[in-house]
Each structure stands twice: as structure tokens, then as C-alpha cells.
Nanobody
Framework: QVQLVESGGRSVQPGGSLRLSCATSEATYSKYCMGWFRQVPGKEREGVAS???????TYTDSVKGRFTISRDNAKNTLYLQMNTLTPEDTAMYYC??????????????????WGQGTQVTVSS
């Protein structure tokens, strides 16, 4: 079973930057589609970014040009670099993984494995 542990969430002012990390217990990144999702209470979970095994990245429109998903296979770690943060980015952020790739990954459909989440708050 894949275990995912997020870290890096905290409070930040608008316009600031954060980097979220997602550590796993095994070398999954060469075999799994990886993604970042976020959820605000009372709203549906939203796919933020995904990284397929062929290196193709996908972003939801609201974060394009501001967020970057990447991975370090040697460290078994997935990252989400978030720049120019706005209050609308406030949410619980979740790391996720799934063996399904291609269309599934690029469309950020419901993943199989999830971390516990890390809170990002953007406020002045």
C-alpha cells in the first residue's frame, strides 16, 4: 500500500510563495500518476496539478503559470511550488497517487491513494 505524507502548509500573505512536499514510503514516482488536490469546507475537492509517469504535467486553469508540480525520484518526494498566492488558494491540500495513467492522470480523476492533507492559508 502506498503511503503519502504531506508537509509544508502554513499561513502566508497574499503574493507569497510556498512549497508543499509529499513523501512516500516507496519509490512510486516512476510507476504512478501523482497529483495535488485541494478542498475548502463546503466545496468539492478540486484537482490542482498532476504529473504522469511520462513527465507530462497538467494544471487546473486557476493555477497555471503560478504553480509547478515536480518530483524527486531519488528522494521519493513530490513537490508543489506555489507562487503568487491569493486568498482563493486557501484550502487543505492533498497529495494523491494512482497507477492509472494517461487520460485518467491528465483529467485528475479520483485517485486511489491519499495523504492526510496539509493546510494552506493565504491571508493578510
Amino acid at each position: 500500500q502506498v503511503q503519502l505524507v504531506e508537509s509544508g502548509g502554513r499561513s502566508v500573505q497574499p503574493g507569497g510563495s510556498l512549497r508543499l512536499s509529499c513523501a512516500t514510503s516507496e519509490a512510486t514516482y516512476s510507476k504512478y500518476c501523482m497529483g495535488w488536490f485541494r478542498q475548502v469546507p463546503g466545496k468539492e475537492r478540486e484537482g490542482v496539478a498532476s504529473l504522469d509517469i511520462d513527465g507530462v504535467t497538467t494544471y487546473t486553469d486557476s493555477v497555471k503559470g503560478r504553480f509547478t508540480i515536480s518530483r524527486d525520484n531519488a528522494k521519493n518526494t513530490l513537490y508543489l511550488q506555489m507562487n503568487t498566492l491569493t486568498p482563493e488558494d486557501t484550502a487543505m491540500y492533498y497529495c494523491a497517487a494512482d497507477r492509472r495513467i494517461g487520460w485518467f492522470c491528465r483529467n485528475m480523476a479520483d485517485f486511489t491513494y491519499w495523504g492526510q492533507g496539509t493546510q494552506v492559508t493565504v491571508s493578510s
